[in-house]
């Protein structure tokens, strides 16, 4: 029986990695300032509220940027910034907010970030768990002309990259919402219970452009 068991949690294991992307993975290979991923989206009016959620898997022990939204004269409107090993910083109009996070292990992470913009309330999810809540400062809507980049900073609108803080590994689930999402869905889609796709950017309905070499596996 003891055979038996340790043969199926070996088992299970084998295929765990593969199972965290259902669908499309984007495979950023190198560190470069000209392997990105265009997010394509159409919004009308601004966003008063909106949910960013993605799953990401990367070796980097240096700072790097996850997923960048810039609007015509603010750089930084959103960023989400990992600075290994134990802290993030998320931009909210280029306004930095930091957080002190559970140290980087290699492994895939699932990432999301709310914000609202009528209370500045910025919430930051890792793997299903809430960090302390923040407010922001600055309360403006974002958008609707919105530059939405995967794997670089932009330090200009749809521009402005910098290698050493180019992100390197796999990525997908790379979703927004124009509301902030309630804290059981975002648990539910961080361990699978829920499938999810954004109603502003869904990662299934494979809304994006290819920059540079970026490969797109297919699980």
Known sequence: MRVLIILAVTFCGCFS???????????????????????????EKPLTQLTVCLRSYTELSRQHSLFSIATPGKDNTLL??????????????NEDIYFNVDPEVL????????????????????????YPRRATTIRSP?????????????????????????FVGEMCDVNVWDTVLPPATIKGYSYFKDNM???????????????GDIRVLEN
């Open 197 to 211: 796709n954004g109603n502003v950017i869904g990662w299934k309905n494979e809304q994006y452009e290819k920059k």
């Open 80 to 93: 989400i910034y990992p600075m290994p090993p134990n802290n993030i910083s998320i931009s909210i109009s």
């Open 17 to 43: 990695q593969g199972d965290i992307c259902r669908g499309t993975t984007i495979l950023l290979p190198r560190q470069s300032s000209t392997d990105y991923m265009i997010l394509k989206l159409t919004v």
């Open 142 to 166: 974002i958008g609707p002309q919105m530059s939405v980049i995967v794997g670089q900073d932009q330090d200009s609108f749809g521009g402005g990259f910098d290698a050493s803080q180019s």
């Open 107 to 130: 492994d895939w992470k699932h990432t999301c970030v709310a914000w609202d913009s009528d209370t500045g309330l910025l919430e930051l999810w890792i793997n299903g768990k809430r």
